[in-house]
Every structure is written in C-alpha cells, then in structure tokens.
C-alpha cells in the first residue's frame, strides 16, 4: 500500500496522551497511532451509512422479495 506523508495538528493535551500510549507500547509510532484512529473513524461512519440505509427498507416488503419463487429455485439448485 502507497502511503502519503501529512501534517496534523492537534492540541497539547491530546499530543501529550498519544505520547504516553507509544511510551507504553499500545503504539509503535505516532503515525501509526494516527492512521488506526482515522481508519477506526472511516469504518464507523461507513457502518453508520449502511445502518442508516438499512433502516430505510421495509423488513415485510424484503421478507416477501427474499421468498418470492425461492421454492421454483430450489428445485433448480445443484445437490452437494
């Protein structure tokens, strides 16, 4: 995977914690530290995204589509 360089900035506090958690070893560097939690943070919001859609169908409707000529089908289903 290609990486790219980039500057962050954020306040001392924070900066003061992540230093303590690559001290301890939680981390092997600030950057990687760094790309966990963004990466963390993509994963979320793209769970909460499907979560959203998800909650947009009608559970009766996907139901009836899921089952709709599934008997015609199985018939055709290859034996394993």
């Known amino acids: 995977m290609t ?5 962050v900035s954020m306040d ?3 900066l003061k914690q992540l230093d303590r958690l690559v001290a ?3 981390f092997p560097s600030r950057s990687r530290a760094i ?8 994963a979320r919001i793209s769970r909460d ?3 959203r859609e998800c909650s947009k169908l009608d559970p ?3 139901a009836q ?5 599934l008997g015609a089908e199985v018939e055709q289903w290859p034996e394993y």
């Open 49 to 51: 995204r499907l979560a």
């Open 12 to 14: 001392q506090e924070t």
């Open 60 to 62: 009766k409707f996907e």
């Open 65 to 69: 589509m899921a089952e709709e000529d």
């Open 3 to 7: 990486t790219a360089k980039i500057a």
């Open 24 to 26: 301890r070893g939680v």
């Open 35 to 42: 790309q966990l939690a963004v990466q963390e943070r993509l």
